[in-house]
T-cell receptor
Framework: QKEVEQNSGPLSVPEGAIASLNCTYS??????FFWYRQYSGKSPELIMF????GDKEDGRFTAQLNKASQYVSLLIRDSQPSDSATYLC??????????????FGTGTRLLVSP | GAVVSQHPSWVICKSGTSVKIECRSL??????MFWYRQFPKQSLMLMAT?????????EQGVEKDKFLINHASLTLSTLTVTSAHPEDSSFYIC?????????????FGPGTRLLVL
């Protein structure tokens, strides 16, 4: 079982719709969760992070965390073609060497059609 | 958000040569930086954690003698790929650890695309 799992997609939604991206993680002790957006050929950029159970909203983005079920999701309202990208879910955990590190999922590719 | 730069943005080199990649935090001091590698259609894989003034800590399976990391100042970390081979061709991305208001996250540089012929 992968430590962080995401459906690779692509997830296709029409412009204006809500895009729902999901992520599950295996380490029940994980405390911090991040969503990054990565355009093709570019490096990831941070969209949101969430630490507490429940919802966290920032503009058109809402992150949802359910630690009991070990999943975290990202909702994008009023999706735009410019939102088309790969969305990476990342979980922070203690590394083998004692330093905290981010473990990334493989990402979900989102396609928003005009 | 915090700004992290990388140089060069892309490099093509012959097999057997060494390549140095720089990662800079532009408007803040980063005591900790991270180096990742990403192969096509795969996720980011952490290679090592770089701490200013001390030796880098490498992930399992990453050869420390091949991927030399130096973090000599609070704004600069370098990754040197020594004796590069075609299988080292990848997208190398650094990130800087940022702590604000008790919350910790990472900001990424734009990445360096390496092609070894």
């Amino acid at each position: 079982q992968k430590e962080v799992e995401q459906n690779s997609g692509p997830l296709s939604v029409p412009e204006g719709a809500i895009a729902s991206l999901n992520c599950t993680y295996s380490d029940r002790g994980s405390q911090s969760f991040f969503w990054y957006r990565q355009y093709s050929g570019k490096s990831p950029e941070l969209i949101m992070f969430i630490y507490s159970n429940g919802d966290k909203e920032d503009g058109r983005f809402t992150a949802q965390l359910n630690k009991a079920s070990q999943y975290v999701s990202l909702l994008i309202r009023d999706s735009q073609p410019s939102d088309s990208a790969t969305y990476l879910c990342a979980v922070k955990r203690e590394g083998n060497t004692g330093f905290q590190k981010l473990v990334f999922g493989t990402g979900t590719r989102l396609l928003v059609s005009p | 958000g915090a700004v992290v730069s990388q140089h060069p943005s892309w490099v093509i080199c012959k097999s057997g040569t060494s390549v140095k990649i720089e990662c800079r935090s532009l408007d803040f001091q980063a005591t900790t930086m991270f180096w990742y590698r990403q192969f096509p259609k795969q996720s980011l894989m952490l290679m090592a954690t770089s701490n200013e003034g001390s030796k880098a800590t490498y992930e399992q399976g990453v050869e420390k003698d091949k991927f030399l990391i130096n973090h000599a100042s609070l704004t600069l970390s370098t990754l040197t790929v020594t004796s590069a081979h075609p299988e080292d061709s990848s997208f190398y991305i650094c990130s800087a650890r940022v702590v604000a208001g008790g919350l910790e996250t990472q900001y990424f540089g734009p990445g360096t695309r390496l092609l070894v012929l």
